[in-house]
């Protein structure tokens, strides 16, 4: 009966977070429309956050509270998550092709901010025997983060496409959902935390593992629901894009505010997971300049999706087979 209330909890936690990241989103976005803020501005820094505020408060109050298991399960997680469940099944819904852009710099850039976090975690100078990300390099991963948002800026600033649908609504209405958006984030936040390491300590399994699985896939629910609607509607951009900033965000963003908070002890197993992602991404790669150029078919899709249940069995057997 606990450990149904402890999931019941989870539940409840990860929905507080992502419709009040939704709350957010609306309110911000029709208040910023108010006051004449371009729509651009408004989707490099409202709507385009908004899809990893999830993930964002999970790290934040794992962070203070000192849950490193957490901190890098749930983004090592939700990335991987992103990279091969959903473009998977997106691609399964329907071929996604891509533009040259985003195969030529913007992968290249997920690549680099996975090494870069390889990098850290394991050649620190200062922490050799017990390895940590510390606040200077979490500092030097949101530094990188501002570089990749104005290369963002750069390329959609004489951008004349308007494809946000920002709805109006009155000063008081926006000013609620910005309130309720915030407080939904923040209790939900605790809520998942707390309930997540509960059912960690209850199943005799590592926080870990409820991170990169459960965890992660709750916090990537915003992105699934973006990118499954986009290819539905056969909007391959918005599909892959989505995926692809969010894993950037995921690691420069999260991570970086996450450690300048507090220094990130980092485990040696995660490396594995690291591995899993950074050849995830240069399989999308491969895919992509294979058969027709940048596109994922559905047989890829198909390898994708495949490859993730592969990773859930791994963990599993990782977890509670080998007690790694």
Same mark, same amino acid.
């Given at each position: 009966?606990?450990?149904?209330?402890?999931?019941?909890?989870?539940?409840?936690?990860?929905?507080?977070?992502?419709?009040?990241?939704?709350?957010?989103?609306?309110?911000?976005?029709?208040?910023?429309?108010?006051?004449?803020?371009?729509?651009?501005?408004?989707?490099?820094?409202?709507?385009?956050?908004?899809?990893?505020?999830?993930?964002?408060?999970?790290?934040?109050?794992?962070?203070?509270?000192?849950?490193?298991?957490?901190?890098?399960?749930?983004?090592?997680?939700?990335?991987?998550?992103?990279?091969?469940?959903?473009?998977?099944?997106?691609?399964?819904?329907?071929?996604?092709?891509?533009?040259?852009?985003?195969?030529? #710099?913007?992968?290249?850039?997920?690549?680099?901010?996975?090494?870069?976090?390889?990098?850290?975690?394991?050649?620190?100078?200062?922490?050799?025997?017990?390895?940590?990300?510390?606040?200077?390099?979490?500092?030097?991963?949101?530094?990188?983060?501002?570089?990749?948002?104005?290369?963002?800026?750069?390329?959609?600033?004489?951008?004349?496409?308007?494809?946000?649908?920002?709805?109006?609504?009155?000063?008081?209405?926006?000013?609620?959902?910005?309130?309720?958006?915030?407080?939904?984030?923040?209790?939900?936040?605790?809520?998942?935390?707390?309930?997540?390491?509960?059912?960690?300590?209850?199943?005799?399994?590592?926080?870990?593992?409820?991170?990169?699985?459960?965890?992660?896939?709750?916090?990537?629910?915003?992105?699934?629901?973006?990118?499954?609607?986009?290819?539905?509607?056969?909007?391959?951009?918005?599909?892959?894009?989505?995926?692809?900033?969010?894993?950037?965000?995921?690691?420069?963003?999260?991570?970086?505010?996450?450690?300048?908070?507090?220094?990130? #002890?980092?485990?040696?197993?995660?490396?594995?997971?690291?591995?899993?992602?950074?050849?995830?991404?240069?399989?999308?790669?491969?895919?992509?300049?294979?058969?027709?150029?940048?596109?994922?078919?559905?047989?890829?899709?198909?390898?994708?999706?495949?490859?993730?249940?592969?990773?859930?069995?791994?963990?599993?057997?990782?977890?509670?087979?080998? #007690?790694?």
């Amino acid at each position: 009966m606990q450990i149904f209330l402890q999931f019941i909890l989870l539940i409840a936690g990860l929905i507080l977070i992502i419709k009040g990241a939704d709350f957010l989103v609306d309110g911000s976005s029709a208040m910023a429309k108010r006051f004449n803020i371009p729509e651009i501005v408004i989707g490099l820094t409202i709507v385009s956050m908004g899809t990893s505020a999830p993930e964002l408060i999970v790290n934040i109050f794992s962070s203070i509270q000192g849950k490193n298991e957490i901190v890098l399960g749930n983004i090592i997680g939700s990335n991987i998550v992103n990279g091969m469940l959903i473009l998977g099944v997106s691609a399964l819904i329907y071929p996604l092709v891509v533009k040259k852009n985003t195969v030529a #710099k913007e992968m290249p850039f997920n690549i680099a901010a996975v090494a870069l976090l390889y990098g850290f975690a394991n050649f620190s100078l200062k922490n050799i025997d017990s390895p940590i990300i510390s606040r200077f390099e979490a500092f030097l991963l949101f530094l990188m983060f501002c570089v990749f948002m104005y290369y963002v800026y750069t390329l959609t600033k004489n951008s004349n496409e308007n494809s946000l649908e920002i709805h109006k609504m009155p000063m008081y209405l926006s000013f609620i959902l910005i309130i309720g958006g915030l407080a939904g984030l923040l209790i939900g936040g605790k809520i998942t935390v707390d309930s997540a390491v509960n059912i960690a300590q209850f199943m005799g399994v590592s926080e870990k593992l409820i991170a990169l699985t459960i965890v992660s896939i709750g916090t990537s629910l915003p992105e699934l629901a973006t990118s499954v609607i986009a290819a539905l509607k056969k909007k391959p951009d918005i599909a892959v894009g989505n995926v692809i900033g969010s894993n950037i965000f995921n690691i420069l963003l999260i991570i970086g505010i996450s450690g300048m908070i507090n220094p990130i #002890k980092y485990l040696p197993v995660f490396n594995v997971d690291l591995a899993i992602l950074f050849t995830a991404t240069i399989l999308i790669i491969v895919f992509m300049f294979t058969g027709k150029k940048h596109q994922l078919g559905r047989f890829e899709g198909g390898i994708l999706v495949v490859g993730y249940i592969l990773y859930i069995a791994y963990l599993l057997a990782r977890d509670l087979i080998f #007690k790694s």
